[in-house]
């Protein structure tokens, strides 16, 4: 693999990088081998990052046709210890002609440049178990959170307890 000329640039996504975003996430769906779960549509994406009000984020490293090679997703969460907000990563993606450019650290960097700027005190992420992206992780000082288990409700599981909300009585001053 050649390196490019120069490094990658990253910028805010805009509107005409939708496709190409989109195509990356179905990318890393079949890389995490889970394409069958990857539904993103450009027009959800669309809607997620330009809608009147959004709540997800996005930057993408582009080479030096201005063409996107990787990208970074994500939004914002809130630590009620620290008492201010922070960015979770929803993901970061790099095509694989485009990896060793740097492209991968210059987005994170850009992200943590934004912690900084707003006054956030911590990115996090998931990576999957056997990425070997946790070796770079390592390198730029990110550390596993092993004590901390997450838990997800979804599907059928989350349609029943919500059935639960809708059965409760309410009240007029809730």
Do not use: K
């Not at 890393?28 to 809608?51: I, K, M, N, S, V």
């Not at 740097?102 to 912690?115: E, F, N, S, W």
């Not at 990110?142 to 409760?168: I, T």
């Amino acid at each position: 693999m050649s390196l490019p000329a120069q490094a990658p640039t990253i910028r805010p996504a805009r509107p005409e990088d939708v496709p190409a975003v989109v195509a990356m996430v179905h990318e890393l769906a079949d890389y995490e081998r889970a394409p069958e779960r990857c539904h993103l549509t450009e027009e959800q994406l669309t809607a997620a990052l330009f809608g009147p009000a959004p709540a997800l984020f996005g930057h993408v490293a582009a080479d030096s046709a201005d063409q996107p090679i990787g990208f970074a997703l994500w939004f914002l969460n809130f630590s009620t210890w620290e008492g201010v907000h922070g960015i979770y990563l929803e993901d970061l993606y790099v095509q694989p002609a485009a990896r060793g450019t740097g492209a991968g650290r210059l987005l994170l960097a850009t992200l943590a440049a934004i912690c900084v700027e707003r006054g956030y005190r911590r990115l996090e992420w998931w990576m999957i178990n056997w990425n070997p992206a946790g070796r770079f992780y390592a390198a730029i000082g990110a550390a596993p959170m092993d004590e901390w288990v997450p838990y997800r409700l979804a599907g059928s599981a989350l349609h029943d307890l919500a059935a639960q909300a809708a059965a409760a009585p309410t009240r007029a001053d809730a």
